[in-house]
């Protein structure tokens, strides 16, 4: 059984930065795209960003896209999520994801969530 920890999170201004990490353990990490998704009071999960199991590609929303990046380290099990210029419109719990094999919108399990609050 796969397990998703993740770690980081909280508050910051408008501007500022902030980094997620997700480790897992209980299945072979490399062998999966890894993602991050997020979801804001009153809306539905959305995809942010997604890397391929040797991290050569990666996938991003347009809403995202330039300000976080994505990484991943095969080594310990552990991806990452870097997020700069953040604004409010990303305040939301983000959650880090083993997607499901050939989809990157789609997940076979999900860390605990964490909430990421961007005050104007």
């Known amino acids: 059984q796969v397990e998703l920890v993740q770690s980081g999170g909280g508050t910051v201004q408008a501007g500022g930065s902030m980094s997620l990490s997700c480790t897992a353990s209980?299945?072979?990490?490399?062998?999966?795209?890894m993602g991050w998704f997020r979801q804001a009071p009153g809306k539905e999960r959305e995809f942010v960003a997604a890397?391929?199991?040797?991290?050569?590609?990666?996938h991003y929303s347009d809403s995202v896209k330039g300000r976080f990046t994505i990484a991943r380290d095969n080594a310990k099990n552990v991806v990452t999520l870097q997020m700069n210029s953040l604004k409010p419109e990303d305040t939301a719990v983000y959650y880090c994801?083993?997607?499901?094999?050939?989809?990157?919108?789609?997940?076979?399990?999900w860390g605990q969530g964490t909430q990421v609050t961007v005050s104007s």
């Open positions: 890397i391929s199991k040797t991290a050569s590609i990666s």
């Open positions: 209980g299945g072979t990490f490399n062998s999966y795209t």
């Open positions: 994801a083993q997607l499901t094999p050939g989809t990157l919108r789609e997940a076979d399990y």
